[in-house]
Each structure stands twice: as C-alpha cells, then as structure tokens.
C-alpha cells in the first residue's frame, strides 16, 4: 500500500484528547476574587504547581486559570514520554552545565520517582508504565556516538546497556535499526492528556480553585500583590506563577528567549496480534532515533503506535496558530518513514494526524526568574520535554515566591537564563540555516558544517 493512502482515514485531531474519558469542562471566572496563589495556565506547569502548592501549605487559597480547557495544547497531544532528565537529554546537560550534571541527575531521577508515587496517590489514571527507552542507532556513525555516550554515562555513574543490532531487534524489529542504548528506568510511558486530568481532579480534591475558558489578559500590581485582569473578572493575588509556555508570556521581557516550534505526530490503527508479533516490542519502551532531525514512537495501551518528530517547523514570526497545527507534506513524510522502519505493518492505516506548538529555548531546556519584586515566578522553555520536567519546574516556581534558598534555586541551571532569540527576520533565517545544516549533517555521516560548529562553539547547539 502506498504510504500516502494510509493517511486516507485521519482524523486531523489528537488521538489523547478524543478519550471519551475527557472531563467536561469548568465554569469560567465571573466577577472579582482573591487568594494567596494565582497559577496561570492549565497544562502540566501549572497544574503541578497548583498541586505542589496546596501539598506545601493545605490552608493557602490556590486558584488556576486556563484560557480554553485543561490539557488541551501540548499537555494533551505529546508522545507521553515522562523522562527524568531535566535538562533535554545528558549531552546538553553535559555541555551547558559539567559541574552540576551529576546533582542534576539525581533531582531528574527523584522527580521521576515522585511523578510515579503521584499517581499511586492520587490514583491517577494515566497508563504509567515505566519501561524505559531505547535511543536506537540507524546510520553506522550513530554507532560511535551511542558508545561514546554510554562511556559518559558510566563515568557519571548512570547505568545504561548498550545493543548490538540483534539484540536491539530482538527487542523491536526493524532492519534500520543498528543498535542502541537503553535507559531501563529513566523513562515512563504516559497517556499525556490522562495525566493532565488526572491532575486536575487531584487538584480539585485539595481545594485548588480551577477555571477553565478564562484567559489572563493582564498582570499588574496591586497594592502587596498582583491583579490579572480575565475577560469578565479579576484575580487579586499575592503571589503568581506563569506556566503558560509556548504562549506569549504576561511578562513582556520573556518573550524574546522563547520560540513556538511546531512538532507532528501520528497514530496508527491498533496492531492485531500477528503485527504485534512482526516487530516483538514486549517490554512496551519508549524509542527515538538518533539523527539530529529524530524520530520518537512508543506503543499506546491499545498497541498503536505513535509515530512523531522529524520535522520542526518554525514560522515566521513566531506566532502560534491553531492552522499550523495540520500540515500534510509533514504528514505524507512522516507516513514515508514510518514504512521505511517497519517494512513487515504493510497495510496498517493511521487513525490520527496533529501537531503543535512546543517553547523552544537556546538551550533545550527550561529556565527560570521572578518579577515584580519576587511576586511573579515562571518557569519555560522546556523543549518538548515537559511531561516530566515541568514538576521540577513547579517545585523550582514556589522556592522563588517562597523567597528562600534551596538546593534548587541555587542551581547555575535555575540562576542564569539562556540567550534570547535575535528578532525578526534574523531569527527566522537563523533557524531555517540551522535546520537545513542539521538535515545535511544527517545525510553527511554526522559531518556539523560550519555554521553548527559555530553554535556548539556559542554554546547554541541547536537539537530539533
């Protein structure tokens, strides 16, 4: 079958956020109210935040307002993969911060443990299962460069196993794959739009005050505290945190450091038993390519799989917009691809096609500040790796307003913030040089031409 006649059936939507389990929506902000904490934004920042909030000090009045509904953007249509690491992976760990790398790792791994003692207590219904992941080698120089992080790895006392190509496809079949390299625990497989409402329902049952479809127009002070002004109220607070992301941000100084990039993904059909056993996948991991322009896939409960990544499509301007979330020549490649690796699910169709927008910083991973005298606190620029990042995130938010020292806010990572992005049109070029340099490198055996040796040099290296 032709891959693109595989894509004749899509429903241009994401497959997480058509559950039937989805939650109906909360009455919007009518009139004026006040509490001790406002959260803003309803996807994982800041429903961790709201969470940890109330966990912190039950007796303080905790109100979260979304502009449209819980989860809805890319807390409902990523991959579901809840890593532990909090800085996009251990080699931008290893290049931005060397000295801290190794506490760093360990706050990502015990955030991932308290991720999953969440949803024991909370009882969220989210399809956790932490199988770990497999970064899976397709060109031969790839070889070299999963050795060499394996050797990193070691050195910092991070245990990982490295496969040779029959051992990886004894774990996954597919006749591109090389080897790889498997994280066994560091990873968890999520049904991200679950978890988002899991959450919510956690929060509603601490007392958290949620409403949905109301957006926060603006952020001034207001006496000891702030005002956000909503379309038909407002919030006086004494304290807010901004998990609003890839969303312009209320504070007009942070959005110069934060670009929306537009990430694609598909779901087949689910897999009948005979397709199942084609290509093994018994330990249900996590996988990704290793090309600079990567794939990411994983089995969902149902055994689909999700087929995701590749492109990463900025436009210019920078303007988030629900149109670009479709966009069929990505689709069609993306379709191509899928075939290319899994030769022997010939025939399978794709019931889901979506993309979205994800906050892209300089350097993958997120950062942190404070405004109006230590009031305000945000935490973005997560990079698509969010799903778990962004407790720490939350964790890091309330230390700000707390306005205490901790082990967290002392962090180089939570201390300096990234480069902003140039503006236009130098950031548009930039990025599209960046990404036809990275495509090449890719075709190239790994070969970085100049340009991106000059951002690894800036410390700019870009990963899409």
Same mark, same amino acid.
């Given at each position: 079958?032709?891959?693109?006649?595989?894509?004749?059936?899509?429903?241009?939507?994401?497959?997480?956020?058509?559950?039937?389990?989805?939650?109906?929506?909360?009455?919007?902000?009518?009139?004026? +109210?006040?509490?001790?904490? %406002?959260?803003?934004?309803? !996807?994982?920042?800041?429903?961790?935040? *709201?969470? #940890? =909030?109330?966990?912190?000090?039950?007796?303080?009045?905790?109100?979260?307002?979304?502009?449209?509904?819980?989860?809805?953007?890319?807390?409902?249509?990523?991959?579901?993969?809840?890593?532990?690491?909090?800085?996009?992976?251990?080699?931008?760990?290893?290049?931005?911060?060397?000295?801290?790398?190794?506490?760093?790792?360990?706050?990502?791994?015990?955030?991932?443990?308290?991720?999953?003692?969440?949803?024991?207590?909370?009882?969220?219904?989210?399809?956790?299962?932490?199988?770990?992941?497999?970064?899976?080698?397709?060109?031969?120089?790839?070889?070299?460069?999963?050795?060499?992080?394996?050797?990193?790895?070691?050195?910092?006392?991070?245990?990982?196993?490295?496969?040779?190509?029959?051992?990886?496809?004894?774990?996954?079949?597919?006749? +591109?794959?090389?080897?790889? %390299?498997?994280?066994?625990? !560091?990873?968890?497989?999520?049904?991200? *739009?679950? #978890? =988002?409402?899991?959450?919510?329902?956690?929060?509603?049952?601490?007392?958290?005050?949620?409403?949905?479809?109301?957006?926060?127009?603006?952020?001034?002070?207001?006496?000891?505290?702030?005002?956000?002004?909503?379309?038909?109220?407002?919030?006086?607070?004494?304290?807010?945190?901004?998990?609003?992301?890839?969303?312009?941000?209320?504070?007009?100084?942070?959005?110069?450091?934060?670009?929306?990039?537009?990430?694609?993904?598909?779901?087949?059909?689910?897999?009948?038993?005979?397709?199942?056993?084609?290509?093994?996948?018994?330990?249900?991991?996590?996988?990704?390519?290793?090309?600079?322009?990567?794939?990411?896939?994983?089995?969902?409960?149902?055994?689909?799989?999700?087929?995701?990544?590749?492109?990463?499509?900025?436009?210019?301007?920078?303007?988030?917009?629900?149109?670009?979330?479709?966009?069929?020549?990505?689709?069609?490649?993306?379709?191509?691809?899928?075939?290319?690796?899994?030769?022997?699910?010939?025939?399978?169709?794709?019931?889901?096609?979506?993309?979205?927008?994800?906050?892209?910083?300089?350097?993958?991973?997120?950062?942190?500040?404070?405004?109006?005298?230590?009031?305000?606190?945000?935490?973005?620029?997560?990079?698509?790796?969010?799903?778990?990042?962004?407790?720490?995130?939350?964790?890091?938010?309330?230390?700000?307003?707390?306005?205490?020292?901790?082990?967290?806010?002392?962090?180089?990572?939570?201390?300096?913030?990234?480069?902003?992005?140039?503006?236009?049109?130098?950031?548009?070029?930039?990025?599209?040089?960046?990404?036809?340099?990275?495509?090449?490198?890719?075709?190239?055996?790994?070969?970085?031409?100049?340009?991106?040796?000059?951002?690894?040099?800036?410390?700019?290296?870009?990963?899409?």
């Amino acid at each position: 079958m032709d891959s693109a006649r595989a894509l004749s059936d899509v429903k241009p939507t994401s497959f997480w956020l058509e559950d039937p389990g989805r939650p109906e929506a909360l009455p919007a902000l009518v009139g004026d +109210t006040t509490c001790d904490l %406002l959260v803003v934004g309803g !996807g994982y920042s800041g429903l961790w935040t *709201a969470l #940890l =909030a109330k966990e912190r000090d039950p007796s303080q009045d905790v109100v979260l307002v979304e502009a449209d509904e819980v989860g809805w953007a890319a807390s409902g249509r990523n991959g579901g993969f809840c890593a532990a690491s909090l800085t996009h992976g251990f080699g931008n760990g290893l290049q931005r911060w060397p000295a801290e790398l190794n506490r760093l790792e360990e706050l990502g791994r015990a955030n991932l443990d308290a991720i999953e003692d969440a949803v024991k207590k909370y009882d969220l219904d989210c399809e956790w299962e932490r199988t770990g992941e497999i970064d899976v080698a397709t060109e031969p120089h790839q070889l070299d460069e999963l050795h060499e992080v394996a050797e990193a790895l070691a050195e910092h006392g991070l245990a990982t196993t490295v496969l040779d190509a029959d051992q990886v496809r004894r774990e996954v079949d597919s006749p +591109t794959f090389l080897g790889g %390299l498997w994280d066994r625990d !560091g990873v968890a497989m999520v049904h991200p *739009a679950k #978890l =988002a409402w899991g959450l919510k329902k956690a929060c509603l049952r601490q007392g958290v005050r949620i409403h949905e479809r109301t957006k926060a127009l603006t952020l001034v002070e207001h006496g000891t505290g702030m005002a956000v002004r909503t379309p038909y109220g407002r919030v006086f607070a004494r304290r807010v945190a901004l998990g609003t992301n890839v969303f312009p941000s209320l504070l007009k100084r942070v959005r110069p450091y934060i670009v929306p990039v537009y990430d694609y993904a598909l779901m087949t059909e689910p897999l009948n038993d005979e397709q199942m056993a084609a290509v093994g996948w018994r330990g249900r991991q996590g996988l990704g390519d290793s090309a600079n322009q990567f794939h990411y896939f994983r089995l969902s409960a149902d055994n689909r799989i999700l087929w995701g990544g590749y492109d990463a499509i900025y436009h210019y301007g920078g303007k988030v917009r629900a149109e670009h979330d479709q966009r069929p020549d990505t689709f069609r490649t993306l379709s191509r691809q899928f075939f290319e690796t899994f030769p022997q699910l010939e025939g399978v169709r794709f019931t889901h096609a979506w993309g979205g927008a994800i906050d892209t910083c300089s350097r993958f991973s997120a950062f942190f500040d404070t405004a109006h005298h230590g009031r305000v606190a945000y935490a973005a620029g997560f990079t698509g790796l969010g799903v778990g990042a962004t407790r720490f995130g939350a964790e890091v938010m309330l230390d700000l307003l707390s306005g205490e020292r901790t082990e967290r806010t002392e962090l180089e990572m939570v201390r300096k913030k990234p480069l902003p992005f140039p503006p236009e049109p130098v950031r548009w070029a930039g990025i599209e040089l960046t990404r036809w340099s990275l495509d090449r490198a890719d075709r190239r055996g790994g070969r970085r031409n100049l340009w991106l040796r000059t951002l690894d040099r800036l410390g700019l290296g870009f990963d899409s």
